[in-house]
């Protein structure tokens, strides 16, 4: 059932949703996280590393979402840092170069916005990522699994296939910023909301977003084994879609992707 955009909101910042790790411990096994950009340092927002789903290799990348104040301060509040960009790139450099297929789990309230960022290369390392990726030899699968605003969901979005949790969302902005912008007013929330269309039906609809992911209950918090069971179903049949596809091939395709993909319900 469709739901206003605050609704969303309300339910993918429940305190027992469902985060990255969550989807790598339940729908991967024998994970083994790498860490570090080779660079400055590591990124404890974006998590990464290789893994199997069945018999198949592949690299999972995710950003990752605190369920309570410790771990929001130790996730940097879900929003990537420029060595967590880098990170995200080496690893799917190194997955280019052992053939495995990419796994993005997006869920990020932005690219950090501190001073510190920029000193470290923040708008540099998320336009490398956008230059770099769209060119990566292997399949590149994202979902987005909660909040998805501004370049820091972007950069994790080039991808040959883009599945939306049902109640995820995907905007340049988020609706209270938006707001603040526009009307200079906070209470506007809703009116912006509206503006933007950021609900996994409207991103569909506009061709933006190829899959929505069906939630259980109440949202992905009701029922973690059947989401998880549902996003593995949709990455195994990704994966097998783009396994008999040239590299080269697949990398055209992916630059000229559009609204066009075949869309269905997992």
């Not at 790790?21 to 083994?32: K, S």
């Not at 979402?65 to 060595?83: A, C, D, H, I, Q």
């Not at 259980?216 to 396994?243: L, T």
Request: positive net charge.
């Amino acid at each position: 059932m469709k739901k206003n955009v605050l609704e969303c909101i309300k339910i993918i910042n429940h305190e027992k949703r469902p985060n990255s790790m969550d989807y790598i411990n339940t729908v991967f096994n024998n994970f083994i996280e790498l860490c570090g950009d080779r660079l400055y340092g590591d990124d404890s927002s974006l998590i990464g590393g290789i893994a199997y789903i069945n018999k198949t290799p592949v690299t999972v990348i995710g950003q990752l979402r605190g369920r309570n104040f410790s771990e929001n301060v130790k996730y940097n509040f879900s929003m990537t840092l420029p060595e967590g960009f880098r990170k995200a790139l080496r690893l799917m450099k190194q997955a280019e170069k052992f053939k495995r297929p990419i796994i993005c789990f997006i869920d990020t309230l932005g690219a950090f916005p501190g001073v510190q960022a920029e000193e470290r290369g923040q708008a540099t390392a998320i336009a490398n990522n956008l230059y770099e990726i769209i060119d990566i030899k292997v399949p590149i699968i994202s979902i987005f699994i909660g909040n998805g605003f501004s370049g820091g969901a972007l950069a994790l979005s080039i991808s040959d296939s883009i599945a939306i949790l049902e109640n995820a969302v995907f905007s340049v902005i988020s609706p209270r910023a938006c707001a603040n912008i526009l009307w200079k007013d906070s209470s506007k929330e809703k009116e912006a909301a509206e503006l933007i269309k950021m609900t996994s039906w409207d991103l569909v609809e506009e061709g933006i977003v190829d899959y929505i992911i069906n939630e259980p209950g109440e949202g992905a918090h009701s029922n973690i084994e059947e989401i998880s069971s549902c996003v593995k179903k949709y990455i195994i049949d990704q994966i097998n879609i783009f396994r008999s596809i040239n590299p080269s091939k697949l990398v055209k395709k992916r630059k000229r992707k559009n609204s066009s993909s075949t869309r269905k319900a997992y």
